[in-house]
Each structure stands twice: as structure tokens, then as C-alpha cells.
């Protein structure tokens, strides 16, 4: 009786990791550069005196081989639109053409993060046909947030945001990014390397 009791429960927790399993769809692993895994195109955003690059990188990555990306922004405080220095970020596409994305049936945006130096920071945004047209997005609170230790260090951490934090059409997903915002940082300006691995819904 124990042996069957036993199987049971190892046949109900197989059955809960398969369904836990099925429920996350990886957006982009980066193990490709060109795009992401739903055909999205992917790149960096910027407005002078700011700036930013991203490229994958096989030099550092979570888990134990693999590639993840790199983002480096060099954020101004001031000059350019507004006087605040431009801005600068990274986005990748979720919609293809007109057909934007359906994700209603997750619930969080998930990713592993880490910093060259620690102390980074940066906000998510998310975007449905809305903001797509008015070319912006709807912005998380600061990534530490999301953090089991409260910001980012050298090591890696699973950041896991609620899509129930962004007030946009969830199912109506036009792109997500990670945006470097003035009010981040004092003066508004920073500089910085982040590392980012297996952006996913769940």
C-alpha cells in the first residue's frame, strides 16, 4: 500500500512539473543574436548624450554554458532633450507585423540579472498596442525590487515581475525593455554593465 501511496506522489509531482514547465515560454535565451525566439527583432534604443550597446556574450552566463546578454549605458544627466541627458535602454519585439502577442495566460516576466560591479539598476517596460503607437512604454518599479537581495550584485538572481504590476492589454504585448531612467540614479546619470539570461514569460 505504501509503494502505490508513493507512486501516486511521484506520478502528481512529475504532473505538476510538466504543467509548471509548460506554463513558461522562453522569449529569448540568447543564444542567437538575430532576434529573439518569437521572430522579434531586438536592439537598443538611445537618444543623444546618452548611450547604449547590447551584444550576446559567451564569456559570461547563467547556468553552465550558454551565452547571455551584455547591455552597457552610459546615462547623462543632462544636455540633449529636455536637459535631461537623452535616454537609452534595450527592447525586444514581441508583436510580428500587426499581430501583437497574446499573454494572458501568464502571469510574470522572469529573467536572470547580473551586475559587472553590483549596485545597477534599471526599470521594465512593457508595452501593448497603446503605448506601441505613442512609441513609449509602462514602467516597472526599479529592478532591486524584484530581487531576493534587494539589488543587483555580481551573482546571478531570478527577477520575477508580476504582469499584473504593468496596466497595459496583456493581450495585446508589443515589446518588453529595460530602460534606464533619470530618476534611477543621482544626478539622473550613471554608467554600467548588466547581464541578462533567459528572458521568459511564466
Partial sequence: MKFFSKLIFLIFVFAICVYLHAEQLVIDDFESGAGNKLGGRTSVYQKEPSRAIAITTGNVFY???????????????????????????????????NQYFDAS??????????????????????????WDMLGDSVKSRPIGEYLELGKITTDWQKAIIPLEEFFIDHKQFSAISICFENDLYPGGEARGTIYIDSLSFE
Fill in 105 to 130: 495566460k501568464y502571469k510574470a516576466i522572469t529573467f536572470y540579472v547580473r551586475g559587472e560591479n553590483g549596485g545597477e539598476n534599471f526599470v521594465v517596460g512593457t508595452a501593448d498596442k497603446h
Fill in 63 to 97: 547556468g553552465q554554458s550558454g551565452k547571455a546578454l551584455m547591455i552597457k549605458y552610459d546615462k547623462k544627466g543632462s544636455g540633449g532633450p529636455y536637459g535631461k541627458g537623452g535616454w537609452c535602454g534595450y527592447y525586444t519585439l514581441l508583436k510580428q507585423g
